[in-house]
Structure formats: structure tokens, C-alpha cells
T-cell receptor, first 114, second 115 residues
């Protein structure tokens, strides 16, 4: 069975640009969460979606946005990129609203902002 | 707010040594506690969990007990293997305050096991 898949795996952008990261959850999973992992730190929560509705948002600026599609895949968008946005962006899916904490993570999209 | 504090790494052990990685937490209510592991080149994986006080989570020889009185969830393994080399993250999910949708992670502890 396919796990959580993310694309692209690596990308390089310059300050001020926009980026879109994509995530396909495990088949049958209706919840998708996004986390940012800066080098040497633990993942930080950005968004959670369940059944196409936003259920939670972390302490990130409005430059960060996301959405979930009818097939439960998801996109994370970041506008006006800053150097500090350089990180590994993780997508995770779960079969419930994620309240049980049992998330299945993808390998991440590594974003470098120059 | 919720927070998780892990012992600073890196931790380097010889094969068959005993492992302890300390984790303490601050949270409102009664959180569920987790250990996630990140092997080189792979995504985060759930290693074990405990959902209430005195519960013991276990998997692959690893154990951790939910200690409400000390707000701790220390990870232990009696005999580590080279294949256990990875980054270990302690995490919690709050069951109160409307925050039961996000995991709060510690900073992670890098474990290297030498043959």
C-alpha cells in the first residue's frame, strides 16, 4: 500500500517567491496535517484539515495557506518567501480527525530559500 | 501552552547498551503521549504511545511509561542495536482546550549506536 506521498521532494526558491507543496494521503485517510521542521528542531504544527475543512491552525503568518481537495489530497502554499521559511515541510495523514495523534508522515519536501 | 522537553543529544552508545532518553511535558488536562522515530532518509514513524496515566507503551523492544506525577514519558530499551540509530521525538496531543488536532513535539534526540 502506498504511504503518504509528497512533492516535490526538494526545491530551491528565492526570497519573495511563492511555493506550492503537494501531499497525497494514505488511501482512505480523510485527515491531512502539515508540519514545518527546521534543522535541529522538532516539527511545528501548521494546519490540519479533516473532510476538507480546516480544523486547526498553528502560529504561522497569513503567508501560509492550505486547502484540501475532494479526493483528500492537500496543498500547502507559502507566499512572499523569507529565508527563515527554509525547512523540511512534512505532511501527515490519519484515518480520523487526528485527535488520536497517530499520524502517518511522508518523507517531506525540503525547501531552500536563497 | 503545551510543551515537550527532551534530553539534549546526541547520544552515542555501543551495541547492547541500555538506552534512556528523558522526556518531560507541560500540558493542560490529560494529554496523550507519543514517541516518534525518524530513521535516516525516512519519514517520521510512530514508535509507541500511551493515552492515560500509568499506561506503558511498547514496541520493538522500546518502552515508555506515562508518569503523571512527574509529567514524564522516558524512552527505554534494554539492549540497543545498530539499526536503532535514528532521531527520536517525544510528542503529546492535548485533549483539552480545543487543541486536540495537533502534535506538540520535542526537539528530538539523535541516537547513534556503534557496533
Amino acid at each position: 500500500d502506498a504511504g503518504v506521498t509528497q512533492s516535490p521532494t526538494h526545491l530551491i526558491k528565492t526570497r519573495g517567491q511563492h511555493v506550492t507543496l503537494r501531499c497525497s494521503p494514505i488511501s482512505g485517510h480523510k485527515s491531512v496535517s502539515w508540519y514545518q521542521q527546521v534543522l535541529g528542531q522538532g516539527p511545528q504544527f501548521i494546519f490540519q484539515y479533516y473532510e476538507k475543512e480546516e480544523r486547526g491552525r498553528g502560529n504561522f503568518p497569513d503567508r501560509f495557506s492550505a486547502r484540501q481537495f475532494p479526493n483528500y489530497s492537500s496543498e500547502l502554499n507559502v507566499n512572499a518567501l523569507l529565508l527563515g521559511d527554509s525547512a523540511l515541510y512534512l505532511c501527515a495523514s490519519s484515518g480520523t480527525s487526528a485527535a488520536l495523534g497517530e499520524l502517518f508522515f511522508g518523507e517531506g519536501s525540503r525547501l531552500t530559500v536563497l | 501552552g503545551d510543551s515537550v522537553t527532551q534530553m539534549e543529544g546526541p547520544v552515542t552508545l555501543s551495541e547492547e547498551a541500555f538506552l534512556t532518553i528523558n522526556c518531560t511535558y507541560t500540558a493542560t488536562g490529560y494529554p496523550s503521549l507519543f514517541w516518534y522515530v525518524q530513521y535516516p532518509g525516512e519519514g517520521l514513524q510512530l514508535l509507541l504511545k500511551a493515552t492515560k496515566a500509568d499506561d506503558k507503551g511498547s514496541n520493538k523492544g522500546f518502552e515508555a511509561t506515562y508518569r503523571k506525577e512527574t509529567t514524564s514519558f522516558h524512552l527505554e530499551k534494554g539492549s540497543v542495536q545498530v539499526s536503532d540509530s535514528a532521531v527520536y521525538f517525544c510528542a503529546l496531543i492535548s485533549n483539552s482546550g480545543g487543541s486536540n488536532y495537533k502534535l506538540t513535539f520535542g526537539k528530538g534526540t539523535l541516537l547513534t549506536v556503534n557496533p
